[in-house]
Nanobody, 122 residues
Framework: LQLVQSGGGLVQPGGSLRLSCEAP????????TAWFRQAPGKEREGLSCIARSGHIENYAESVKGRFTISRHNANNMVYLQMNDLKPEDTAVYYCATSFEACGALPPSYDLWGQGTQVTVSS
């Protein structure tokens, strides 16, 4: 079982990016999937989670209104749409699956993507 991430890269402040996380469909349909990020020297931070039911939990105040999680079971994908990016959004971003339920902290999750770098800079 694995989560495969794509997207990311270098973007100017105010720009947008979409991160993708591909997973086996049963993981997306039966379990919760979340996005985290980790900036240098900082702890891994939970951003948002989408539960089996489609219910969404948002954890990071700093990205509310700018980042949106979505799931498309037909193509086995979970996305993180990031708009109005700021330099402080620079980090390695991870998707993760929980076999239990959504949660804001990394120990709640059982599988992790490989991580993708997002750099916001002019």
């Amino acid at each position: 079982l694995q989560l495969v991430q794509s997207g990311g890269g270098l973007v100017q402040p105010g720009g947008s990016l979409r991160l993708s996380c591909e997973a086996p469909r049963f993981l997306l349909e039966d379990y919760a999937t979340a996005w985290f990020r980790q900036a240098p020297g900082k702890e891994r931070e939970g951003l948002s989670c989408i539960a089996r039911s489609g219910h969404i939990e948002n954890y990071a105040e700093s990205v509310k209104g700018r980042f949106t999680i979505s799931r498309h079971n037909a193509n086995n994908m979970v996305y993180l749409q990031m708009n109005d990016l700021k330099p402080e959004d620079t980090a390695v971003y991870y998707c993760a699956t929980s076999f239990e339920a959504c949660g804001a902290l990394p120990p709640s999750y059982d599988l992790w993507g490989q991580g993708t770098q997002v750099t916001v800079s002019s």
